[in-house]
T-cell receptor, first 110, second 113 residues
């Protein structure tokens, strides 16, 4: 079946790098997404990667895709307190539906 | 600001009330979605509309009734809800239903008493 797994919590110190990991099951996914949800807000699209890419960099964000292992990661360089939020990984299934993970709560300590 | 707005942002209703949630998108998208977000659970897709036509209903109880009068507006009509329906209800839109990125509204925090 379709499933997206993420660890629930990650705690880092300000200035360190954060790496949030995700595994998915649908090998036919064309796009994989990272969304950010701040307290009291909806989901904000952070970045996405097309399935024929291994890496995508966007300022402080680096997305790595290992299609063989169905593993996706989001690296945030120089993590700031404003990066504290819940981060959701999502894949697209064959029907074009987004399947979300449970979200990883990132806590950044000063 | 994602271009998707939702009202109200907070709603408290009794189990016998009838209320509606509203979503509006200003992005020119053709697909709109309702999701339910409960604590400690993944997002649950409730309904999908494409060009004002419902294309997906994920076994949602009939006490939730969606309406899409045009491609910019989406409603979720609520009646005789249960306390377990308390959650954050998120609306999203995308260019089409073919796996494009979705843009989310801020959500309506619903509490059923």
């Amino acid at each position: 079946g379709e499933d997206v797994e993420q660890s629930l919590f990650l705690s880092v110190r300000e200035g360190d790098s954060s790496v949030i990991n995700c595994t998915y099951t649908d090998s036919s996914s064309t796009y994989l997404y990272w969304y950010k949800q701040e307290p009291g807000a909806g989901l904000q699209l952070l970045t996405y990667i097309f399935s024929n890419m291994d890496m995508k960099q966007d300022q402080r964000l680096t997305v790595l895709l290992n299609k063989k292992d169905k593993h996706l990661s989001l690296r945030i360089a120089d993590t700031q307190t404003g990066d504290s939020a819940i981060y959701f990984c999502a894949e697209t299934n064959q029907g074009g539906k987004l399947i979300f993970g449970q979200g990883t709560e990132l806590s950044v300590k000063p | 600001e994602t271009g998707v707005t939702q009202t109200p942002r907070h709603l408290v209703m009794g189990m016998t009330n009838k209320k509606s949630l509203k979503c509006e998108q200003h992005l020119g998208h053709n697909a709109m979605y309702w999701y339910k977000q409960s604590a400690k659970k993944p997002l649950e897709l409730m309904f999908v509309y494409s060009l004002e036509e419902r294309v997906e209903n994920n076994s949602v109880p009939s006490r939730f009734s969606p309406e899409c009068p045009n491609s910019s507006h989406l409603f979720l009509h609520l009646h005789t809800l249960q306390p377990e329906d308390s959650a954050l209800y998120l609306c999203a839109s995308s260019q089409s239903t073919g796996g494009n990125e979705q843009y989310f509204g801020p959500g309506t925090r619903l509490t059923v008493t």
